[in-house]
């Protein structure tokens, strides 16, 4: 399941075919983080939404809830308590992405991959979103929308060996407009696997940090 990506920058949203947001994003996204999607507007047309990563539904005691909703299965997001009123009400979104990052085992420990374009130009994947509030807040949220990829040449790899393969749903440039207007019933004949002509995969280990040398020890 992926729990961690990258948002295009600020200048790179405006390829959105929608005006930049006008507000700011995290440079890398993890569940709980504030993140830009385009959702339904005026129109039909697209809309920027400031709205936390890891679905939040309007039953939730509070916005902690998210770190569990992050990713929502194609095969069960109708019937699952989370997930279900939003699909339920066609509220669709697009995340948009630079790249985003998965384990892979095949060294015997887990190692972190990225996956981009080709062209390393920015993408959008399939999400739903949910509102919730209480008597202080109103909150948008949304959940990255996934598919079983056990038999995808590189999504395949990653996670755990004994685990379930699972990958993003891309949603193409000349569909985008359908999905955040489709309907639950219509919605399923825009779930396409993602293209492994398009997409490519790199080792890409989280840096690691300096330990502070010994003198800045001295000061404590």
């Excluded at 929608?18 to 709980?32: I, K, Y």
């Excluded at 779930?191 to 002509?197: D, G, Y």
């Excluded at 997409?199 to 003198?215: A, H, L, V």
Aim: one cysteine or more.
């Amino acid at each position: 399941m992926c729990a961690n990506y990258k948002p295009p920058s600020s200048p790179q949203l405006s390829l959105f075919d929608s005006p930049s947001p006008t507000f700011d994003s995290v440079s890398e996204a993890f569940p709980g983080d504030i993140c830009p999607i385009l959702v339904s507007g005026s129109d039909h047309d697209f809309a920027w939404q400031q709205a936390v990563f890891g679905l939040v539904p309007e039953w939730a005691d509070d916005l902690k809830f998210s770190k569990h909703t992050y990713n929502a299965r194609m095969e069960t997001v109708a019937t699952k308590p989370s997930y279900r009123s939003a699909w339920r009400n066609n509220q669709f979104a697009l995340i948009p992405m630079q790249s985003f990052f998965e384990p892979c085992y095949e060294s015997g420990k887990a190692v972190r991959h990225k996956i981009e374009r080709q062209d390393l130009e920015p993408f959008t994947v399939a999400a739903i979103w949910e509102l919730w509030s209480d008597h202080l807040d109103r909150v948008h949220s949304f959940s990255m929308l996934t598919i079983n990829a056990d038999h995808h040449p590189f999504m395949k790899r990653f996670h755990k060996p004994q685990d379930e393969k699972r990958s993003l749903i891309i949603v193409p440039p000349d569909l985008r407009k359908d999905w955040i207007n489709a309907n639950h019933r219509t919605a399923q004949e825009l779930i396409f696997e993602m293209s492994a002509e398009q997409f490519q995969t790199s080792p890409f280990p989280i840096p690691i940090r300096p330990k502070p040398s010994s003198s800045n020890w001295e000061l404590f």
